[in-house]
């Protein structure tokens, strides 16, 4: 059973991933002169920049991110502990694509606000949903420990 969550749950990031590549090179090619390169957290004017490919930073390492975190977690972890119980690594596993999918949704929140304050539509991020979805992702470790006790006691 917990083998099939971990698959959807690698679906979904691969989803998220995708979805994040065609918003990025859909909106790149519609994006006016002058865009933002960075979304300001503070408060301060956002500076415009030319339209340059630097634009795609975001996407690109977004991908790399997802592209390290699967390689330790599904390639390199297995290896190297071949004594943890299938049922730990199984939920270690669950708990970083979990994870994994927070962290793609504020990137995709962050690379929307950018395409939005370009065109003009936004100020910025959406602070509430940003830091909601960080508040999630520290949720989600007291939720992990709990179900790892319960798993070593059981």
């Known amino acids: 059973?917990?083998?099939?969550?971990?698959?959807l749950l690698l679906s979904f990031n691969l989803i998220l991933l995708a979805i994040s590549w065609?918003?990025?090179l859909y909106a790149y090619a519609r994006?006016?002169?002058?865009?933002?390169?960075?979304?300001?957290?503070f408060?301060?004017?956002?500076?415009?920049?030319?339209?340059?490919?630097?634009f795609l930073?975001?996407?690109?390492?977004?991908?790399?991110?997802?592209?390290?975190?699967?390689?330790?977690i599904l390639i390199r972890r297995h290896r190297e502990n071949p004594d943890k119980s299938l049922a730990?690594?199984?939920?270690?596993?669950?708990?970083?694509?979990?994870?994994?999918?927070?962290?793609?949704l504020l990137f995709i929140h962050v690379q929307r606000s950018l395409i939005l304050?370009?065109?003009?539509?936004?100020?910025?991020i959406r602070p509430f949903y940003f830091y909601s979805v960080i508040g999630?992702?520290?949720?989600?470790?007291?939720?992990?420990?709990?179900?790892l006790k319960a798993l070593r006691k059981g």
């Open 1 to 7: 059973m917990k083998k099939r969550a971990n698959v």
């Open 22 to 24: 065609v918003m990025a």
């Open 31 to 41: 994006l006016p002169a002058k865009i933002p390169l960075w979304v300001n957290f």
């Open 43 to 54: 408060g301060r004017e956002t500076v415009l920049n030319e339209k340059s490919p630097v």
């Open 57 to 72: 930073l975001y996407i690109l390492v977004q991908t790399l991110l997802v592209a390290v975190i699967l390689y330790f």
């Open 88 to 104: 730990i690594q199984n939920l270690q596993k669950e708990f970083v694509l979990l994870a994994l999918i927070f962290v793609q």
């Open 117 to 124: 304050m370009a065109h003009g539509v936004e100020r910025g």
């Open 136 to 147: 999630i992702l520290f949720l989600l470790i007291p939720l992990y420990r709990m179900r």
